[in-house]
C-alpha cells in the first residue's frame, strides 16, 4: 500500500511539473513575441522628426500655403504617433488575453487528461462497492449511500446477477432468462436476457454506475462488478 501512495505522489508531483512547465513556456513565447513586436514597431516619433527636419531645412518656405502645408504634415506627424501609441496599447492587451486563454487551455487539457486516466482506473478496477442491498418488497436497490428504485422485471434481473455473483458464476442472456422466466436456457432467446440487463441499467440511471456495476464479459456474458460479501438481499 506504501508502495502504490509513493507512485501515486509521484505522479502527481510529475504531472504538476508538466503543467508549471507549460505555463512558463507559454509566458516565455508570448513574452518573446511582444518584445519582437514592440522592436520592429517603428516609432512614434519618427514622422514628427521628418517634419522638424522639412521645417529646418526648408526655412525659406515663407508663403502662406507653404506655412500650411507645413502645418497640416506636422499635425499629421502628431495623428501618426497618437495611433502607434494605441496600437501599442492594443498589441500589449491582445497579447495579456492570449497568454490567459493559453494558460488556460492548458490547465483545462491536463484536467481532463487527468479525469480520463481516473475514469479509466474506475473503469479497470470496476466500482468501489461497500454494501448493496436488494430490497424486492420496496423494489429499490441500495448501493453505498445511493437508493435507485427499480422495477419489478429490474429488481428480478439484479436479484439473478447477485444471486450469480456469489456462486462466482457468470450468466448469459439467455441463461438469465431462463431463470426469471422458469424455463430452460437452450429455450430462451440471447437477446431477451440482454434486452432486461439493458432495462435493468436504464433503470439505475446513472451511466457511470450502470456500467460499471452490471459488467458484460465478452463471450460469456453478465456479472456484477461487486465483492461477495457487500451483496445483501432482503
Do not use: H, W
Amino acid at each position: 500500500m506504501q508502495e502504490s501512495t509513493s507512485s501515486a505522489t509521484d505522479v502527481l508531483k510529475a504531472g504538476n511539473r508538466v503543467v508549471a512547465g507549460g505555463i512558463a513556456a507559454i509566458v516565455l513565447i508570448l513574452l518573446g513575441a511582444a518584445v519582437f513586436l514592440f522592436i520592429n514597431l517603428p516609432d512614434a516619433n519618427a514622422f514628427n522628426a521628418r517634419v522638424e527636419r522639412l521645417f529646418v531645412e526648408n526655412n525659406n518656405l515663407n508663403t502662406g500655403a507653404e506655412i500650411k502645408l507645413l502645418e497640416i504634415l506636422a499635425q499629421s506627424g502628431t495623428s501618426f504617433s497618437e495611433v502607434l501609441n494605441s496600437y501599442r496599447s492594443v498589441i500589449f492587451v491582445l497579447l495579456v488575453f492570449a497568454t490567459a486563454l493559453m494558460v488556460a487551455a492548458l490547465v483545462f487539457l491536463v484536467t481532463i487528461i487527468a479525469l480520463n486516466r481516473r475514469i479509466s482506473a474506475i473503469q479497470r478496477s470496476g466500482i468501489q462497492v461497500s454494501t448493496l442491498v436488494i430490497s424486492r418488497e420496496a423494489r429499490a436497490v441500495y448501493i453505498n449511500d445511493m437508493e435507485f428504485a427499480l422495477t419489478e422485471a429490474a429488481i428480478e434481473t439484479l436479484s439473478v446477477l447477485a444471486e450469480a455473483r456469489m456462486d462466482d458464476d457468470v450468466l448469459t442472456g439467455a441463461q438469465i432468462e431462463g431463470v426469471i422466466s422458469g424455463r430452460n436456457a437452450a429455450d430462451c432467446d440471447e437477446a431477451a436476457g440482454a434486452t432486461r440487463v439493458k432495462r435493468l441499467r436504464d433503470a439505475l440511471g446513472n451511466q457511470l454506475v450502470s456500467e460499471l456495476l452490471v459488467k458484460t464479459i465478452a463471450r460469456r456474458g453478465y456479472m456484477l462488478a461487486v465483492g461477495k460479501d457487500t451483496i445483501k438481499m432482503i
